[in-house]
């Protein structure tokens, strides 16, 4: 069991190490592509830094955005480990390298003139970018961490904070380029937020029911990797007529990935059926709970 553990967490690794690189190459894109050319601008840092770059132009001081990503992120970064720890802000650290390398080398170049295109195509590209980075459980640093750290201190929720930030970018988008600017920067701002809705979906609750004959070895992979309780049900299959034992258990969707290695970690002919579940009453655990329970 514990060769098998070990070959997913190198799995897990590498899994995430390439969804850093190519986090970064379509960040990229849709900051060189897109929302340059089209004088559109992306929420938090990259937005920032969209903004930041126009000044020192009209300055006539040459500043590359992605240069200007890694330099706001520095202090962000530090504020990250400090408050939310090293676990939490270590992929996040190699996201944000990876985001300005490849908005740093990859050539800005005008894919289409239409403006709508630009904020859709950008928003999107930027969506899948952070909707991926959420999914394996890590962010792309920048003002997700900022409004995180402000969360935990304030008592007020991350979103309250990122909309502030976010009506920031779009306001002095208008002040300093145009109202059209402003009002493309919101459509993109939009469509950045669907798809990392289509893509997370952390809110969204599943119940699994595990079907296996190893029931015990199963039921300990999962304590040790979830915080969640879970209900045991006594089965027969009933075509091979063996006696199994059924698991059903309820997660957010972010889980579902723990979930399927903690189960084929130990009985790779378990059979997992995953269905949505659309209200859940009683005690369920959000991400900052269980975090603090497996601290202690």
Not at 82 to 92: M, P, R
Not at 132 to 141: A, D, E, Q, S, V
Not at 159 to 176: D, Y
Not at 231 to 256: F, H
């Amino acid at each position: 069991m514990e060769n098998k553990r070990s070959f997913f967490m190198r799995y897990q690794m590498i899994t995430r190490f390439v969804i850093v690189i190519f986090t970064g190459i379509i960040s990229a894109i849709a900051v060189n592509d897109f929302l340059v050319p089209g004088d559109v601008f992306a929420a938090g840092v990259t937005g920032v830094a969209q903004l930041l770059e126009g000044l020192f132009s009209f300055l006539h001081i040459p500043m590359k955005t992605g240069i200007l990503i890694f330099l706001i992120n520095i202090p962000i970064m530090i504020l990250g480990w400090v408050k939310l720890g090293k676990q939490n802000t270590i992929y996040s650290i190699l996201t944000v390298f990876s985001v300005s390398f490849f908005t740093t080398i990859i050539p800005q170049t005008t894919i289409t003139d239409n403006q709508l295109m630009n904020s859709l195509m950008g928003g999107v590209l930027l969506g899948m970018a952070v909707g991926l980075c959420l999914k394996f459980g890590f962010t792309t640093g920048g003002l997700d961490i900022v409004s995180l750290v402000l969360s935990k201190t304030t008592g007020k929720t991350v979103g309250s904070f990122m909309m502030l930030i976010n009506m920031l970018i779009v306001i002095f988008a208008g002040i300093f380029y145009n109202l059209a600017s402003a009002l493309y920067t919101i459509i993109c701002i939009f469509a950045m937020t669907q798809v990392i809705d289509l893509i997370h979906t952390s809110h969204q609750k599943l119940t699994a029911f595990i079907t296996t004959s190893k029931a015990e070895e199963v039921k300990q992979s999962i304590l040790k990797d979830l915080v969640r309780g879970f209900t045991l049900m006594p089965s027969v299959g009933g075509y091979s007529g063996q006696d199994t034992m059924t698991i059903m258990i309820v997660i957010s969707r972010y889980e579902l990935y723990d979930l399927e290695q903690a189960v084929y970690t130990v009985d790779e002919n378990a059979f997992v059926n995953i269905v949505p579940t659309q209200t859940v009453l009683g005690r369920f655990y959000n991400e900052d709970e269980q975090k603090a329970i497996k601290r202690k």
